[in-house]
């Protein structure tokens, strides 16, 4: 007989019963029967009863020790009794009757408990990351993001995709947030970067000749966190193609996509069929108020400024005459609510930051509420029929200038259609928001800048460079949308040196900086590269869908906090002065709040 264990603690089955087995695991709960003492056995594959009986030092033993102690025990299976068994576990037919037992390693004190659903605080279950580890839930979503990741694999092989692993230590590259840096022993006052993703690397893959690469890559930010963003690092399925259109690349990652969450989506919910909707970045923003709309929502946001344009209500009619807008969110059946949930939603909307939500209600009669009283009867109608909306409906109003609005009224499409319970159940929407500007004004500074990646092929080419306005000119650039969870960024990129010089040149750039920061693939491009794209889902984020888990730590098998500090391993940690000298460092800390320079 093995050593520890001839079958693992989801195995055993009725048909067992009368076989002598041995199984090791972790004491998941006991339960003292008067006489009888049942222990829940657990390891990485199930739970299997034990039962010790009563006397004899077996049984002293097994109450000495503490939930979570492992243990290996040997004993003869038998079948439960009639009202005993337990068709919640698959091996809730039998149990094992211990004849010896041996203690492997005995549990401290627990600082919580690892049975049960009870809720602890994140940075205590961060430090002992790995007994809530242990936990049912969150042994689940870490095998969950493993048989993901597994998946993409297979999915991406049968593609005519090849994994290839680019490095770690790697030059700075401005993807849009800071490098982690790290100093170099043998160059002294010089430092790698870690990737933020393997953007360049993967290009020049494609110029070597691979044509078609993918891997689940490490990328590392050092930027803040969010519910849906880990600091510090993430993975992601980074792929490229070569010789391929931006529809190409749809035609790869949409069955990707579609096939994981079918396969690991409960039976019943809905998912995307056939190709995914394409929505232009300027659609998105005027229809749903962000580029990352979530489709379940069927609120569509309508522009009304011309309704109030010299009207009655003379808010929104100053509004409109200074050259800001006033966009209208359907409320379809919120006519019948009462007056408290049109109070709710004004003093939410001031929580915001906005000066309130004004509203009209629509009855058989017209339109009621503070603004129908002083807008012209015909301009409330006009608003109903734009809408598209019916006696017992009403809507909401945001109103202002430039992107706050839009971006308002978005956060307010999204509040209505929760509030109303709209939002559809149980699925899936995907889309790609196409089209993305190339460059946009810095509000800072008033210059041109990107407004995306830099590396992205212009639509039009040189030709649109050397002669449209720059805030004109659409890129190749594309993200896909599950939900309202942006799932990955992408693009055809510029594989061209004279295009991406040109580029660069509008957003500030000069030849010299070009080459100094990015020679290595511009040279690369000189000698003959293919026309290439690609994208790269984040994994975190898909599984964090898939898991229905509303903070992507709960899908990380070691994550750091919010602060980005791992609490479990103390890092980042100081570095005695030996080291700092060895990478011919100096700190120069900033001094403590409330002290004098």
Known sequence: MH?????????????EAGETVRLSGWIHSKRDHGGLLFIDLRDH???????????????????RLRVESVITVTGKVVLREEGQRNPALPTGDIEVRAEQMEVQSSAAVLPFQVAGQEHYPEDLRLKYRYLDLRREKMHANIMLRSKVIASMRRRMVEQGFTEFQTPILTASSPEGARDFLVPSRLHPGKFYALPQAPQQFKQLAMVAGFERYFQIAPCFRDEASRADRSPGEFYQLDFEMAFATQEDIFGVLEPVLAGLFDEFTPAGWKITEGAFPRIPYADAMRDYGSDKPDLRNPLIIKDVTDAFADSGFGLFAKIAASGGRVRAIP?????GRPRGFFDKLNSW????????????????????????KNLEADRVESIRQICGLKAGDAVFFAAGKGDDVVKFSGVVRTKVATDLDLIE??????????????????????EIDFSHNPFSMPQGGLEA?????????????????????????????????????????????????????????LNAFRYGAPPHGGAAPGVDRIVMLLADEPNIREVILFPLNQNGSDLMMDAPAAVEPARLKELSLKLDLPKPKGTSK
């Open 331 to 335: 409320a379809p059946g919120a006519g």
């Open 349 to 372: 909307a001031r929580e915001q930051g906005a000066g309130g939500l004004g509203y009209i209600i629509f009855d058989g009669e017209g339109g009621k509420g503070p603004i129908a």
């Open 3 to 15: 050593q520890y264990r001839t079958h693992t603690c989801s195995a055993l089955r009725a048909n």
């Open 45 to 63: 594959h199930g739970v299997t009863q034990i039962v010790v009986p009563d006397g004899g030092e077996l049984l002293e033993k097994a109450e």
């Open 425 to 446: 159940k149980n699925a899936f929407r995907f889309c790609w928001i196409v089209d993305f500007p190339m460059y946009e004004r810095n509000e800072e500074t008033g």
């Open 465 to 521: 460079l050397n002669t449209q306005d720059p805030l004109t000119i659409n890129a190749y650039q594309y993200d896909i949308v599950c939900n309202g969870v942006e799932l990955s960024s992408g693009a055809v990129r510029n594989h061209l040196p004279e295009v991406m010089l040109k580029a660069f040149e509008i957003a500030g750039y000069g030849p010299e900086v070009v080459e100094e920061r990015f020679g290595g693939m």
